[in-house]
């Protein structure tokens, strides 16, 4: 069986692969153009996804048709039709839960850069702007049993939480499709309306899966229903808030990503901004590794993978 890996990933995964008997096809070169990654995929029984350039929908699956099954190296899976991939009996493999700490703890770095102004002042010191001190120039806020809301309290939501909850005494609320019993029991969590969260949070914190309702869901109206001094926290997709709206905000995930690098919300004095380094660990991207090989290794074996996002999917095939 031939499984397509479009760029790197730790060698514990391509260990993991080559013990089991798989073949491994790697690109000469990383930055594969649309045609030179479709060409690998149509070439391929199993492709092991990095990134989300590229779209797994109608028109992949049909240029692709002995790609039996993806493995995705994230969590998220918005890039890939789901509907269409099920339609046709392809598994699709995520690597939920392995890297939620790592994520959960951007978010809690952005929160604090951003209630103390940390990049801003950085930058003042970098550019040689140290100045005098002055009692009332770019005063921070502090965290101490301010209230945490978090928009999908799933694991990395709940890693937040918790942390919050530990370092500051937050209060915690949260809104989700579904209560969310653990977190009300351990860290008093309160679900409460979108509407409640957005007006009520000192700090707004979005871990949900993304999905094309969710485009733009934070944008001007609802910015100027938060809190004057809030933070807003997005280490979940670009797509969830709209950049131009957002001129005082916290964010890791931009609109669009990458953003360009003369984008006026870069001068901002209350704005920290990162790249999409939340699962950038050695522990986090190993742990990706592993599970991603694991889900192609179950399907070599005509077993079903142990994290598919399609899990009502099993694919009769022969290796």
């Known amino acids: 069986m031939k ?14 692969l080559e013990e089991a008997g798989l073949e491994i096809i790697l690109p000469e070169k990383e930055n594969l153009s649309y045609e030179e990654w479709l060409h690998y995929c149509k070439n391929t029984d199993v492709v092991l996804n990095i990134g989300s350039e590229f779209k797994y929908d109608k028109n992949f699956f049909e240029a692709c048709p002995n790609v039996k099954a993806i493995a995705l190296y994230s969590v998220g899976f918005d890039h890939v039709d789901i509907k269409e991939a099920s339609r046709r009996h392809i598994p699709v493999g995520n690597t939920p839960d392995v890297l939620s700490r790592a994520t959960s703890d951007v978010a809690f770095l952005l929160m604090q850069s951003v209630a103390r102004r940390a990049s801003y002042n950085f930058r003042k010191v970098k550019d040689g702007n140290w100045g005098s001190f002055d009692p009332l120039h770019a005063l921070g806020q502090e965290l101490y049993g301010k209230t945490l809301g978090i928009f999908g309290l799933g694991r990395i939501g709940f890693e937040m939480a918790e942390k919050s909850k530990k370092a500051f005494g937050m209060n915690i609320i949260y809104h989700n499709r579904h209560h969310n019993e653990e977190a009300e029991q351990e860290l008093g969590a309160a679900y409460v309306s979108f509407e409640e969260l957005i007006k009520n ?73 990162l790249p999409h380094i939340g699962s950038a660990t050695v522990e986090a991207r190993n742990g990706m590794a592993r599970l991603a090989a694991g889900n192609i290794i179950a399907f070599s074996k005509n077993e079903k993978m142990p994290h598919c996002a399609n899990s009502e999917v099993y694919s009769n095939h022969s290796s």
Request: glycine share 4%; hydrophobic share 40%.
């Open 201 to 273: 949070s000192d700090v707004l914190s979005v871990h949900a899966a993304f999905t094309p309702e969710h485009t733009e869901l934070f944008n001007y109206p609802l910015f100027e229903q938060m809190k004057p001094d809030a933070i807003f926290i997005n280490t979940a997709r670009g797509g969830f808030h709209n950049q131009k709206d957002l001129y005082q905000a916290l964010v890791d995930v931009t609109n669009p990503e990458p953003m360009s690098p003369d984008d006026p919300i870069l001068e901002l004095s209350s704005v920290c901004i």
């Open 3 to 16: 499984v397509f890996i479009n760029k790197r990933i730790p060698e514990t995964g391509i260990k993991m």
